[in-house]
């Protein structure tokens, strides 16, 4: 689902250029990152796009019409960019500040953007934004960064301008995802491998449970610290050097906690890796398992899921292979947001209404009688960044 921005209605002329990034979901990999583990994520067919042509403006400045927002935002690229309002704004005042910092001039431009990344639904419409905006930035100055290069700018731009201090994954994936393909990327030395997943009768469906707890506060930096303290125990640098074995050995070293946690992220590196391995042989019942597994280990041991997502991924396993569902797990960081389910994909329609149908139910009672509406959507892996119209 690609929406084209309107441009020619808001700035009288069409557009010269036409950029796109997507949105993306983590298929496998959960909680690894910070421990220089493996993800596995796909970009999804949702994307921010910006239609943009150069503008005559002087002293230089950036003009983007959001038709999310329906607001522009200016922003004054003739001196140093820093933070400013709109709040949206931010991402890309960020990612122009980067190209800056490369010694890189920016040129007055006219840009319309529209997404169709849910906005803060876990799908990371942020790193599609700011990815969006490098791409076109690089068609407007004449540029092509490396990849890494413009994935660590984008990243930057996120920690420092939207205070979020993401991992890479998000950025990555959207630059160099590509159609068919899911991204492993190893999070210690940053060395990625496209996986194919050319096999069309599959698809992934993204469920959003439509709730996110509110939590006590503390409950990621808590388990960062288990899991430092695991790998300190085990007398290793990360987790990622470990395996259970080693972990099972040393198990009377440490609290039951700290056990359990370190267990979820040595076994989710491996299913990771086991994962990788199975997609590209269409070992599509062993993935699926891969993924049920990974949100058990979750469940349990890192316990950072939440009834609603038990329940989505209770629902998948009651429908089973013979309905068309290979695996589902939580995707995200937890205690709400979405799961992922490995589909066929002749069935997916079938399936999203089954499984919206079924949740509902499952969500109703108490006081409010009604249950909560999932939102449903499948996708094949799409493409990361790219040039539309030049
Ligand atoms: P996620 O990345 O999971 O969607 P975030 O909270 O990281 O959630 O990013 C969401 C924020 O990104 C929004 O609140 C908004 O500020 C900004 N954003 C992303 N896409 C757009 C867009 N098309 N228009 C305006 N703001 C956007
Ligand atoms: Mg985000």
């Not at 496998?28 to 970009?43: K, Q, R, S, W």
């Not at 006219?110 to 942020?126: E, M, N, R, Y």
């Not at 940053?190 to 006590?216: F, G």
């Not at 056990?259 to 040595?266: K, L, Y």
Request: charged share 20%.
């Amino acid at each position: 689902m690609l929406k084209i921005p309107q441009f020619e209605e808001i700035y009288g002329r069409p557009p010269r250029w036409i950029v796109a990034a997507p949105g993306r979901v983590n298929v496998i990999g959960e909680h690894t990152d910070y421990n220089d583990g493996f993800v596995l994520p796909m970009a999804i067919e949702r994307y921010a796009v910006m239609a943009a042509d150069v503008s005559p403006a002087a002293p230089p400045r950036i003009l983007v019409h959001d038709s999310r927002a329906r607001d522009t935002a200016q922003i004054d690229v003739s001196k140093p960019v820093t933070k400013a309002d709109p709040r949206w704004s931010n991402y890309i005042r960020g990612v122009v500040a980067g190209f800056q910092n490369r010694g890189l001039t920016i040129p007055s431009l006219d840009i319309s953007l529209v997404s169709t990344v849910p906005l803060g639904g876990g799908l990371s419409s942020s790193a599609a934004l700011e990815v969006c905006t490098a791409t076109l930035l690089e068609t407007a100055i004449g540029t092509k960064l490396d990849p890494v290069e413009k994935a660590l700018l984008c990243q930057q731009a996120e920690h420092e301008f939207a205070g979020v201090p993401c991992g890479i994954m998000d950025q990555f994936i959207s630059v160099m995802g590509q159609k068919d393909h899911l991204l492993l990327l190893d999070c210690r030395s940053r060395q990625t491998t496209l996986v194919p997943m050319n096999d069309p009768s599959v698809a992934l469906l993204v469920i959003n449970t439509n709730v996110k707890h509110e939590l006590s506060g503390g409950e990621y930096a808590e388990r960062r610290l288990q899991c430092e303290t695991a790998a300190k125990i085990l007398g290793i640098s990360s987790l990622r050097d470990a395996t259970v074995e080693t972990l099972e050995r040393a198990r009377r070293k440490m609290d039951l906690f700290t056990f359990h946690r370190a267990r979820h992220v040595i076994s989710e590196i491996e299913r990771t890796l086991q994962t990788a391995e199975a997609i590209p042989n269409a070992n599509w019942p062993a993935v699926g398992e891969y993924m049920y597994g990974s949100h058990y280990s979750l469940r349990d041991d890192f316990e950072v899921s939440c009834k609603e997502l038990d329940v989505v991924v209770e629902i998948c396993r009651s429908i089973g292979i013979k309905g068309g569902v290979y695996g589902c797990r939580m995707t995200g960081g937890g205690f709400g947001g979405s799961c992922v389910a490995l589909v066929k994909a002749e069935a997916a329609d079938n399936i999203s209404n089954r499984i919206s149908t079924a949740y509902k139910f499952a969500t109703a009672g108490g006081e409010t009688k009604n249950g909560i509406e999932a939102t449903v959507f499948s996708s094949r892996p799409a493409s990361g960044a790219n040039v539309i119209k030049s």
